[in-house]
C-alpha cells in the first residue's frame, strides 16, 4: 500500500493550491481517504475525508467553504482543492487510509488511519 501527496508550494494570501493523493494497494471505492494537516509545534489534525462511496466530510471548521475534497476512483487518486488560503493553513498535509475505514467518522487526530504517506508542505504568505 502507498499513498503519495503532491501538489503543496509557496502561494500567497488568498490563493489557490490543489493537492493530489495518488494510492496503490486499495481501491478508492473500498476505503475512506483523509488528507490531516501539522503545522509546526502543533497536533496533526484531519482536515476532510471522503468516504468508499465518495461523500465528503470536514473535519476542521476553519476550511468548510474554502476547501473541496474530491476523487477519481479511474485514477486512484484524491484530491483537496484549497482557496482562499490563510497563513494558518500553512503545514505540512498528508494523506491516509486504513484497511478497516471506509466511512468518515471521526476518530480522533490522526481519524484512526493506518497507512499514511509522506506529506507535503503547503505554505502561505502573508
Known amino acids: 500500500v502507498q499513498l503519495q501527496a503532491s501538489g503543496g508550494g509557496l502561494v500567497q494570501v488568498g490563493g489557490s493550491l490543489r493537492l493530489s493523493c495518488q494510492v496503490s494497494?486499495?481501491?478508492?471505492?473500498?476505503?475512506?481517504v483523509g488528507w490531516f494537516r501539522q503545522a509546526p509545534g502543533k497536533e496533526r489534525w484531519g482536515v476532510s475525508c471522503?468516504?468508499?462511496?465518495?461523500?465528503?466530510?470536514y473535519w476542521e471548521d476553519s476550511v468548510k467553504g474554502r476547501f473541496t475534497i474530491s476523487r477519481d476512483v479511474a485514477k486512484n487518486t484524491v484530491y483537496l482543492q484549497m482557496n482562499s488560503l490563510k497563513p494558518a493553513d500553512t503545514a505540512v498535509y498528508y494523506c491516509?487510509?486504513?484497511?478497516?475505514?471506509?466511512?468518515?467518522?471521526?476518530?480522533?487526530?490522526?481519524?484512526?488511519?493506518?497507512?499514511w504517506g509522506k506529506g507535503t508542505q503547503v505554505t502561505v504568505s502573508s
Open positions: 491516509a487510509a486504513d484497511p478497516d475505514v471506509r466511512t468518515c467518522r471521526f476518530r480522533g487526530p490522526d481519524g484512526g488511519m493506518e497507512w
Open positions: 494497494g486499495f481501491t478508492l471505492d473500498k476505503h475512506a
Open positions: 471522503i468516504n468508499q462511496i465518495g461523500d465528503s466530510t
